[in-house]
């Protein structure tokens, strides 16, 4: 079975700084790989996926993703951070698009201003 | 119009009480899920849907029953209410089965309080 693990529970960053929050999977067959975000009180949104084709995959909010197969990771990455980007923010496979979602244990992105 | 929307957003019940979570998606989604996230914001499928059977259903006690009278509702029943119920419990919908690649479309959750 796929398993998820976000290697950072908090991460704290200044405002206009880049960062980087890991993520790491665990899975024996190929595998479909999304990071949502959770605005404090909301539900999920969709940032990114990567289902196939190129590794570097753009999402919104000027977030983009590598999937590294060997290393079996999809660390997202943002060059310049706001305020408004403060969230929790979910790692997310699927194995083959055939399994339900299993999320990690998110992230906590704070932004300092 | 909200794609999928649940009701109530906040409950506080007593324990040993029963209540009810809606879920109604207007995406013509086929599959819908329900979703626990805990205090430390995990979040763990509790079961999964697809055009009104149930097709996933995680180790979650008995006391859940999910029901889906159609492909855009899955409400979730929950008997005898513990404390260790407290949650925020997520609603998402998806093309169908196979389309989980897609994503999902959560609902803005139900923090469910049991004192």
């Known amino acids: 079975a796929q398993s998820v693990t976000q290697l950072d529970s908090q991460v704290p960053v200044f405002e206009e700084a880049p960062v980087e929050l890991r993520c790491n999977y665990s899975?024996?067959?190929?595998?479909?790989l999304f990071w949502y975000v959770q605005y404090p009180n909301q539900g999920l949104q969709l940032l990114l996926k990567?289902?196939?084709?190129?590794?570097l995959v753009k999402g919104i909010n000027g977030f983009e993703a590598e999937f590294n197969k060997s290393q079996t990771s999809f660390h997202l990455r943002k060059p310049s951070v706001h305020i408004s980007d403060t969230a929790e923010y979910f790692c997310?496979?699927?194995?083959?698009?055939?399994?339900?979602?299993?999320f990690g244990k998110g992230t906590r992105l704070s932004v300092i201003a | 119009d909200t794609a999928v929307s649940q009701t109530p957003k906040y409950l506080v019940t007593q324990m040993g009480n029963d209540k009810s979570i809606k879920c109604e998606q207007n995406?013509?989604?086929?599959?819908m899920y329900w979703y626990k996230q805990d205090s430390k914001k995990f979040l763990k499928i509790m079961f999964s849907?697809?055009?009104?059977?149930?097709?996933i259903n995680e180790t979650v006690p008995n006391r859940f029953s999910p029901k889906s009278p159609d492909k855009a509702h899955l409400n979730l029943h929950i008997n005898s209410l513990e404390l260790g119920d407290s949650a925020v419990y997520f609603c998402?919908?998806?093309?169908?089965?196979?389309?989980?690649?897609?994503?999902?479309?959560f609902g803005s959750g139900t923090r469910l309080t049991v004192v």
């Open positions: 998402a919908s998806s093309q169908d089965l196979g389309q989980s690649n897609y994503g999902y479309t």
């Open positions: 899975s024996s067959v190929s595998v479909y």
């Open positions: 990567y289902l196939s084709g190129s590794t």
């Open positions: 997310a496979v699927s194995e083959r698009g055939n399994t339900p979602l299993v």
């Open positions: 995406l013509g989604h086929d599959t």
């Open positions: 849907y697809n055009n009104k059977e149930l097709i």
